[in-house]
Protein backbone atom coordinates (compact mmCIF):
# COMPACT_ATOMS: atom_id res chain seq x y z
CA UNK A 1 0.00 0.00 0.00
CA UNK A 2 1.54 3.31 -0.80
CA UNK A 3 2.77 5.95 1.33
CA UNK A 4 -0.30 8.80 0.44
CA UNK A 5 -3.28 5.56 0.58
CA UNK A 6 -2.33 4.93 4.10
CA UNK A 7 -1.87 8.60 5.08
CA UNK A 8 -5.43 8.91 3.58
CA UNK A 9 -6.86 6.05 5.84
CA UNK A 10 -5.51 7.22 9.09
CA UNK A 11 -7.11 10.93 8.28
CA UNK A 12 -10.17 8.98 7.24
CA UNK A 13 -10.23 6.87 10.43
CA UNK A 14 -9.46 10.27 12.48
CA UNK A 15 -12.28 11.58 11.20
CA UNK A 16 -14.56 8.91 11.87
CA UNK A 17 -13.66 8.85 15.26
CA UNK A 18 -14.84 12.44 16.17
CA UNK A 19 -11.88 14.88 14.69
CA UNK A 20 -8.20 15.19 15.48
CA UNK A 21 -7.44 14.59 19.04
CA UNK A 22 -5.84 17.96 19.01
CA UNK A 23 -8.94 19.31 18.78
CA UNK A 24 -10.32 18.23 21.54
CA UNK A 25 -7.18 19.06 23.66
CA UNK A 26 -6.99 22.16 22.89
CA UNK A 27 -10.83 23.05 22.96
CA UNK A 28 -11.68 25.67 25.29
CA UNK A 29 -14.15 23.99 27.33
CA UNK A 30 -11.43 22.45 29.15
CA UNK A 31 -11.25 24.24 32.54
CA UNK A 32 -13.46 23.95 35.92
CA UNK A 33 -16.85 25.28 35.92
CA UNK A 34 -19.73 26.66 38.65
CA UNK A 35 -22.95 28.19 38.60
CA UNK A 36 -21.22 31.16 40.51
CA UNK A 37 -17.98 31.82 42.26
CA UNK A 38 -18.76 30.68 45.69
CA UNK A 39 -19.69 26.68 43.61
CA UNK A 40 -15.59 26.89 42.61
CA UNK A 41 -14.85 26.48 46.07
CA UNK A 42 -16.56 23.25 46.99
CA UNK A 43 -14.90 20.21 46.51
CA UNK A 44 -15.94 17.06 44.57
CA UNK A 45 -16.98 15.22 47.69
CA UNK A 46 -19.98 17.61 47.97
CA UNK A 47 -23.04 17.34 45.93
CA UNK A 48 -23.12 20.84 44.50
CA UNK A 49 -19.31 20.36 43.08
CA UNK A 50 -18.37 22.59 40.22
CA UNK A 51 -17.63 20.56 36.90
CA UNK A 52 -14.49 19.22 36.14
CA UNK A 53 -14.03 19.59 31.48
CA UNK A 54 -10.78 17.59 30.35
CA UNK A 55 -10.81 17.25 26.63
CA UNK A 56 -12.25 13.94 26.93
CA UNK A 57 -14.23 13.97 29.51
CA UNK A 58 -15.65 15.83 32.60
CA UNK A 59 -16.52 15.16 36.19
CA UNK A 60 -18.94 17.02 39.25
CA UNK A 61 -19.15 15.08 42.14
CA UNK A 62 -20.92 11.63 41.75
CA UNK A 63 -21.28 11.78 37.69
CA UNK A 64 -18.24 11.26 35.40
CA UNK A 65 -19.08 11.49 31.85
CA UNK A 66 -16.02 9.74 29.48
CA UNK A 67 -16.49 11.61 25.49
CA UNK A 68 -16.79 8.80 22.69
CA UNK A 69 -16.94 11.51 20.24
CA UNK A 70 -16.07 15.10 20.30
CA UNK A 71 -16.55 17.44 16.68
CA UNK A 72 -16.23 21.14 16.62
CA UNK A 73 -18.83 23.31 14.63
CA UNK A 74 -17.47 26.81 14.42
CA UNK A 75 -17.69 27.87 17.85
CA UNK A 76 -19.72 25.06 20.03
CA UNK A 77 -18.48 21.18 20.47
CA UNK A 78 -21.25 18.96 19.87
CA UNK A 79 -20.34 15.35 22.27
CA UNK A 80 -21.48 11.94 22.62
CA UNK A 81 -20.48 10.61 25.73
CA UNK A 82 -21.04 7.42 27.97
CA UNK A 83 -21.66 8.83 31.92
CA UNK A 84 -21.94 7.48 35.38
CA UNK A 85 -24.41 9.36 37.51
CA UNK A 86 -24.28 7.40 40.91
CA UNK A 87 -23.53 4.40 39.07
CA UNK A 88 -25.81 4.27 36.66
CA UNK A 89 -24.64 4.05 33.19
CA UNK A 90 -25.95 6.02 30.57
CA UNK A 91 -25.34 8.11 27.07
CA UNK A 92 -25.67 11.12 26.43
CA UNK A 93 -25.26 13.66 24.06
CA UNK A 94 -24.84 17.86 24.48
CA UNK A 95 -23.43 20.43 23.04
CA UNK A 96 -20.48 22.92 24.77
CA UNK A 97 -20.11 26.54 23.39
CA UNK A 98 -17.86 29.24 25.12
CA UNK A 99 -18.44 32.86 25.15
CA UNK A 100 -15.52 34.58 26.96
CA UNK A 101 -15.46 33.05 30.81
CA UNK A 102 -19.00 31.73 30.37
CA UNK A 103 -19.24 28.07 28.86
CA UNK A 104 -23.26 26.69 27.54
CA UNK A 105 -23.93 23.30 27.78
CA UNK A 106 -27.40 22.23 25.78
CA UNK A 107 -29.11 18.46 26.44
CA UNK A 108 -32.09 18.00 24.38
CA UNK A 109 -34.43 21.45 25.43
CA UNK A 110 -32.27 22.00 28.87
CA UNK A 111 -29.64 24.83 29.00
CA UNK A 112 -27.18 25.35 31.70
CA UNK A 113 -24.78 28.33 31.89
CA UNK A 114 -21.44 28.34 33.95
CA UNK A 115 -18.80 30.53 34.38
CA UNK A 116 -15.21 29.79 34.88
CA UNK A 117 -13.29 28.94 37.90
CA UNK A 118 -10.55 30.84 39.63
Known amino acids: MSIARRLSLLLL ?3 ALGGAPAAAKDADYVGTWGKDLAQ ?3 GQEMENAPM ?14 AFTSVRREGTTWR ?3 QCSVEGDKQPSDFILS ?3 DRLSMKAGNAKQIFQRCR
Do not use: F, N, S, W
Request: charged share 30%.
Open 79 to 81: VKA
Open 98 to 100: VAG
Open 52 to 65: IVKPRRYDRHETHC
Open 13 to 15: AAL
Open 40 to 42: CKI
